[in-house]
Structures are given as structure tokens and as C-alpha cells.
């Protein structure tokens, strides 16, 4: 099992910057991979950013260029760096985190955060 703490969402203005922390515990040696996704009212969760262990970063079109995930393996916390926000930003936020035991992949996700950007 994994759990997943996030943290760092809040209200703010078009234009500002907002950092979200994830902290895993649990049996973070079978991580592969983090990430954060989001679901706006009214639709579907989408993918946001995920990074590997090895590092590796991917990140949807809306995301490229204005956010920036990172991670700190020594707290097994994953960031993510979210600047320009647009309105359109506005959803909750959720830490995700893949772990693979015995050929099998499972996935975990955090509570959520808010994140409200206002125009």
C-alpha cells in the first residue's frame, strides 16, 4: 500500500504561481512512477505531469511550458511548479502513484486539492 498526502492547493489570481507537494509513505520501494492529474467540475480526470523514478517527466499540452514537476527522493515528495495559471486551471488536483510488485501494476491516489484561479 501507498499513501499519499497532498498539500499546496489554495485560491489565486490569473497569472500567479502555486507549488503542490505530494508526499508518499507506505511501500514507496515498489514506486514507479508520480504524478498529478486533475478534474474539473463537469469533466473527466486528466492527466497534468508524472515523473518517473528514473526521472524521466512527461506532461500534457496544457501543462508545457507553465508547470514543472519534480520530486525529492530523499522525502519521497513529489512538486509541482504551476506559474501563468489561467482560469481554465481551476479543478482539483490529485497525487497519483504507480507501484509495480510481482509483474502487476497498481495505482494509488491522494485526496485531492483545490486549486481556484480567478480571473
Known amino acids: 500500500q501507498v499513501q499519499l498526502v497532498e498539500s499546496g492547493g489554495g485560491l489565486v489570481q490569473a497569472g500567479g504561481s502555486l507549488r503542490l507537494s505530494c508526499a508518499a509513505s507506505g511501500s514507496i520501494s515498489s514506486l514507479a512512477s508520480m504524478g498529478w492529474y486533475r478534474q474539473a467540475p463537469g469533466k473527466q480526470r486528466e492527466p497534468v505531469a508524472t515523473?518517473?523514478?528514473?526521472?524521466?517527466?512527461n506532461y500534457a499540452d496544457s501543462a508545457k511550458g507553465r508547470f514543472t514537476i519534480s520530486r525529492d527522493s530523499a522525502k519521497y515528495t513529489v512538486y509541482l511548479q504551476m506559474n501563468s495559471l489561467k482560469p481554465e486551471d481551476t479543478a482539483v488536483y490529485y497525487c497519483?502513484?504507480?507501484?509495480?510488485?510481482?509483474?502487476?501494476?497498481?495505482?494509488?491516489w491522494g485526496q485531492g486539492t483545490q486549486v481556484t484561479v480567478s480571473s
Open positions: 497519483s502513484a504507480l507501484s509495480r510488485r510481482a509483474g502487476t501494476y497498481f495505482s494509488y
Open positions: 515523473i518517473t523514478t528514473g526521472g524521466t517527466t
